[in-house]
């Protein structure tokens, strides 16, 4: 193969040098921008963090306020948005709603797109800052009206009244207009999730933000490209496949089973597994305190039960051991969203609107990066040469 290396699923491939996110996966170390997880878990804000990787530094009080304002200015969506969302089937993926809204977006502000506006968009920070207030302004509100779509009832305007989290919480649930507040804890353990969900290095969708915006193409498009490939049930779709994976084992009973069919590769073990970490995820830790804290408001959540049955067994056995095999983001996740009433397929939902704030810092970073060029990876060609075209009529 000459000088090509052949690297199916770039598992050695390194294509950007970053200063964004660190991981040691063999001992489960995460740091945004040098911060731990951990520490940003329980002190930060999901808007702080978003912050801290788009730009590199914890804000000051001036700038988080800027921030903050700037974001939630943007949070409503055009009327012709709102009719788009509309028209999709009363069942539609709010997946799908929302990675079609924010490719709709590009068409809405055409100033994001080099080729129409005539300007080179990395070499203006004040136009990348507003296509990033946009992105994450209305990404909830339109995570909002998939859902309220789905549940057929009207759309809630946002409020700029509310902090991040609890304006997305209202515009799911608003009871009135001026007495609806969401329960402390569970905004805080939502912010919790968008935190730990912000950024994760060169997973699948930041790959393919990088790889769509090494075009130079509107952010819209990019994201909306990253959001499809989350959506997959190996990458972000995986908490709604474990959600449906511990609806089918049903009862504890049923465990051993299933993991027979999962070492025969008949089924997979949804929410274990992950390509850098080979030693416990740090996100999984995290969220099972979340889960604790959800639990001791809500209650139970009787799926629970199973799930820590099912990693008990699994992290006992030498085929998931030998292989390195632990629970990833994507296993508890699920059972806390359940819990605070939200419906299976908005889990991935749930987890686009904060990898947003990583897709877009990894865009800020590489539309910087002297070393930008197209991504073009080389293929192995094994196929047939040199035939020779056959008439219809001809053929066999
Ligand atoms: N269940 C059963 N076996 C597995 C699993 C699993 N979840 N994950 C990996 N394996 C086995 C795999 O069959 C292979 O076995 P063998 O050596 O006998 O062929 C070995 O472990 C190595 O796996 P791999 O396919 O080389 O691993 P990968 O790095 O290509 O895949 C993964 C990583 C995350 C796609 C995979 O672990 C998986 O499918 N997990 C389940 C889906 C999931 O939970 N995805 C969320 C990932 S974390 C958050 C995110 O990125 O969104």
Not at 285 to 302: A, D
Not at 349 to 369: C, K, M, T
Request: glycine share 6%.
């Amino acid at each position: 193969f000459g000088t090509m290396l052949y690297d199916p699923g770039y598992y050695n491939t390194a294509v950007c040098k970053s200063e964004i996110t660190y991981i040691d996966g063999d001992r489960g170390i995460l740091e945004y921008r040098g911060y731990p997880i951990e520490e940003l878990a329980e002190k930060s804000s999901f808007l702080e963090v978003a912050y801290l990787l788009i730009y590199g530094d914890l804000p000051n009080i001036n700038q988080l306020n800027l921030w903050t304002t700037k974001i939630m200015n943007h949070t409503f969506i055009h009327e012709n948005l709102i009719q788009l969302m509309k028209s999709f089937r009363y069942d539609a993926h709010p997946m799908g709603m929302l990675i079609s809204s924010m490719s709709a977006m590009s068409t809405f502000y055409p100033e994001a797109n080099p080729a129409l506006a005539g300007v080179d968009i990395y070499k203006n920070k004040l136009l990348m800052n507003k296509q990033i207030f946009r992105i994450l302004g209305k990404l909830p509100t339109i995570a909002a009206c998939a859902y309220r779509h789905r549940i057929g009832r009207p759309y809630n305007n946002p409020t700029d009244t509310l902090s991040y989290t609890e304006n997305f919480l209202y515009m799911l649930d608003r009871l009135s207009e001026t007495s609806y507040k969401p329960h402390p804890t569970l905004t805080r353990a939502l912010d919790k999730l968008f935190i730990i969900h912000a950024d994760h290095e060169l997973n699948c969708s930041t790959a393919t933000m990088r790889q769509i915006s090494s075009t130079l193409v509107d952010p819209y498009t990019a994201v909306a490209g990253s959001a499809g490939a989350l959506y997959g049930p190996l990458h972000g779709g995986a908490n709604e496949a474990v959600l449906r994976m511990l609806e089918s084992i049903g009862t504890k009973d049923n465990i051993p089973n299933f993991l027979q069919l999962v070492k025969q590769k008949k089924q997979r073990l949804m929410g274990f597994g992950h390509r850098v970490y080979k030693s416990y995820d740090p996100r999984a830790k995290i969220l099972k305190k979340v889960t604790e804290e959800v639990f001791e408001l809500l209650g139970k959540n009787p799926l629970m039960e199973i799930a820590t049955e099912l990693e008990r067994i699994a992290l006992s056995d030498s085929y998931f051991i030998d292989r390195q095999l632990y629970p990833n983001v994507d296993f508890y996740s699920g059972i806390i969203y359940k819990s605070m009433g939200f419906p299976t397929d908005m889990f991935p939902v749930l987890f686009s609107i904060p990898r947003a704030a990583g897709w877009l810092a990894h865009w800020v970073e590489e539309l910087q990066d002297p070393d930008l060029r197209i991504f073009r990876p080389r293929q192995i060609y094994l196929g047939k040469r040199g035939c020779k075209y056959v008439p219809l009529s001809g053929r066999p």
